[in-house]
């Protein structure tokens, strides 16, 4: 098993290095963990949540499950979806090394239309099954 903060600075960095992404968001800076506590936002941007890592096969490889929120404050839900699509174009089925971690599999679980969070804020959500293993 890895770090779980290895694995969400590995998607950070994997998804601020696209620049079909990040020229959708507001800035590439707003590429961040789910957890992030900061005291300003600005959208559109990108959260990455991650969920419970397990062991996988024959405990050489770990899994996780992941989503990545895509936030969006237009009138329409059409920018939120845009880039959850662009999200789950820019992962599934493809494989990548970050420090640390080299993920051997992603697969899409799908993607969710954009709901409203609050009056002023859509969220679409790409989720994902990710398989990998440390690097040493």
Not at 114 to 120: G, M, V, Y
Not at 126 to 136: D, E, Q
Request: proline share 4%; with cysteine.
């Amino acid at each position: 098993m890895i770090s779980i903060n290895i694995i969400q600075e590995a998607l950070v960095t994997k998804l601020k290095s696209s620049v079909a992404l990040t020229a959708k968001l507001a800035t590439a800076s707003e590429v961040r963990e789910d957890q992030y506590q900061g005291r300003s936002y600005s959208y559109p941007c990108v959260r990455i949540d991650i969920g419970l890592e397990l062991p996988y096969a024959d405990c050489t490889l770990a899994q996780v499950p992941f989503s990545v929120l895509c936030y969006s404050e237009k009138a329409s839900s059409f920018e939120a979806n845009d880039i959850a699509n662009v999200v789950n174009q820019l992962l599934h089925h493809k494989p990548f090394s970050g420090t640390g971690i080299k993920f051997v599999q992603i697969t899409s679980e799908g993607v969710e239309a954009a709901q409203r969070e609050d009056e002023r804020t859509w969220v679409a959500v790409a989720n994902f099954n990710a398989i990998f293993n440390p690097l040493p």
